[in-house]
């Protein structure tokens, strides 16, 4: 057995083919992120990878869309999306596949 915690990896992302990570893997990512209220990402898509969003606990705008704890959001492939905290917020986030460099900042 492997115990780690959640803020030895970078934003939360703790499965993936990236470094530092749990398991190692290029089919999917996964993340347990913690944000304050007011922490703010700015819009982005992925070309390749469906990213699946749970709010575990808080409130958030995604896309000026509120997504309150126990609500799970997926977002395909070439859908833009920002996420605004609007209390403390912690989410779990899936990326499927575990695409690298597959993020893409919306043009402002």
């Known amino acids: 057995m492997e115990i780690k915690k959640v803020d030895q990896f ?14 190692k893997t290029t089919d999917v990512e996964v993340a347990v992120q913690h944000f304050k209220a007011g ?10 990878a469906t990213e699946i969003t749970v709010l575990v606990s808080g409130k958030a705008l995604m896309n000026g869309k509120l997504i309150n704890a126990g609500e ?3 977002i395909s492939p070439g859908e833009y999306t920002d996420f605004e905290a609007i209390e403390d917020t912690v989410t779990t986030v899936v990326k ?3 695409a690298l460099n597959d993020k893409y900042l919306k043009a402002e």
Do not use: Y
């Open 39 to 48: 922490d703010k990402e700015a819009s982005h898509c992925h070309k390749i």
């Open 96 to 98: 499927v596949p575990g």
């Open 10 to 23: 970078v934003r939360g992302w703790f499965v993936g083919g990236f470094e530092p990570t749990l398991f």
């Open 72 to 74: 799970v959001v997926k």
